[in-house]
């Protein structure tokens, strides 16, 4: 087509009315053909100027993402794509790209859509080229919140097949108390037959309750293991959304550095890098205390004086050290936690996340359990480094979006 109009225009001053006219016709027709491959894609398709500027849009483009006003309303090129993106983080992404005068790119997102839920957006950049030179880009939005949907459920499926040694433990947890409440019932019963044959003369009110209140101490027990257990099981109900992390752990860190600082425990935050991964907020906040509260108390172990509350006009370094960093290796994001506490030995290291298992004398054994899982509901990774003595570091690493798939320039 794009060398029959070359060819056509070069002899257009012989056509005659007629032929114009039909000329004209052939080419609104291939115009429309255009426009409906356009409006048939699944993807949504924005074509810009050089300077970002709207030019072209399919109705895909319009329902993917939320605009300041109707795309139809707004004269080609007259203005700047990210100006009527609604959505600040995808239209900082744009206005950046257009800064940098990025040719590639191509980034995940989550926007909420009008019924409340979460969407998966990614946005991918490529130029637009006309006679070798790059006179503009082709903006493709595509929904792959499927996609995302489906790796959720194959970590969860991951998880769930765990269960089988988690349950096997339990039922050896439950197999003593329930011995232990058989043998007791058999002694009030024979204490009871006895009595049947001795005139119904009971035994001992003393000898009876001792043995009910070993009945109701293992019924305890039993509640107790059973309550546990349905904590380590229950789904994580993980909302994900594309979030900075290492923003989110300085606003948390806010929160319990002044405990910290209190007791003589200096805390640092440090981040290289502004990179979004899916996560839930509210679900990351319950890790980074756990192992924050965890390396407290390791702290405190190892030093004493932190146990006592520093006095506000002590200026000297602090004694512990608590520190949480943030960064990218160009495949993985790394959260590194670490701490100058007691640390802890191979044995514990080993078994530091399976349920029920602590060094605490009240814990209960399942705080890093809820840490495992919820790092493994993040696609994430959890790794432990420790001495006894020396201290312990915690590095958590999740698969970045695809933001950082290197693209042909």
Request: charged share 25%; glycine share 4%.
């Amino acid at each position: 087509m794009r060398s029959y109009v070359k060819k056509i225009t070069q002899k257009i001053d012989k056509f005659s009315k007629e032929q114009l006219s039909s000329l004209l016709e052939d080419m609104v027709s291939e115009i429309e053909n255009y426009d409906s491959i356009m409006e048939s894609l699944s993807a949504g398709i924005i074509i810009v100027d050089k300077d970002y500027k709207l030019i072209q849009n399919n109705r895909v483009a319009e329902r993917r993402l939320n605009f300041t006003q109707h795309l139809d309303d707004t004269m080609p090129g007259s203005v700047y794509l990210w100006e009527i993106i609604e959505d600040s983080d995808i239209a900082d992404f744009i206005k950046n790209c257009a800064q940098k005068g990025t040719t590639n790119s191509a980034e995940d997102f989550s926007v909420v859509s009008e019924n409340g839920g979460v969407r998966f957006l990614n946005i991918q950049i490529n130029p637009l080229v006309k006679n070798c030179d790059l006179c503009g880009r082709v903006i493709l939005i595509r929904d792959v919140t499927d996609k995302k949907n489906q790796d959720v459920l194959v970590h969860r499926m991951e998880n769930m097949a765990n269960l089988t040694n988690l349950a096997a433990g339990m039922a050896h947890d439950i197999k003593n108390p329930l011995g232990a409440i058989s043998i007791h019932i058999q002694l009030v019963q024979k204490a009871l037959e006895k009595a049947r044959a001795n005139n119904d003369v009971l035994p001992a009110k003393k000898f009876v309750e001792d043995h009910i209140d070993v009945v109701n101490e293992e019924i305890e027990h039993l509640n107790k293991l059973v309550m546990d257990f349905l904590f380590a099981v229950r789904p994580v109900n993980a909302t994900l959304q594309l979030k900075n992390p290492a923003l989110l752990i300085k606003n948390i860190a806010d929160f319990f550095t002044p405990e910290f600082n209190r007791f003589n425990v200096g805390v640092e935050i440090s981040s290289s890098t502004d990179q979004r991964i899916m996560l839930d907020e509210k679900l990351l906040r319950e890790v980074i205390m756990n192992l924050s509260q965890n390396a407290l108390a390791a702290i405190k172990s190892r030093f004493p004086e932190c146990n006592i509350e520093r006095k506000s006009e002590d200026k000297g370094a602090f004694l512990g050290l608590f520190k949480i960093d943030c960064s990218t290796d160009g495949i993985k994001y790394v959260i590194k936690i670490t701490d100058n506490g007691c640390g802890m030995n191979s044995q514990t290291v080993s078994r530091i996340f399976e349920p029920y298992y602590t060094t605490k004398a009240n814990g209960t054994g399942l705080g890093m359990t809820m840490v495992y899982k919820i790092v493994k509901e993040f696609s994430g990774e959890i790794q432990v480094e420790s001495q006894e003595g020396r201290g312990t570091i915690f590095t958590l690493t999740f698969p970045l979006p695809q933001s950082n798939t290197k693209l042909l320039k």
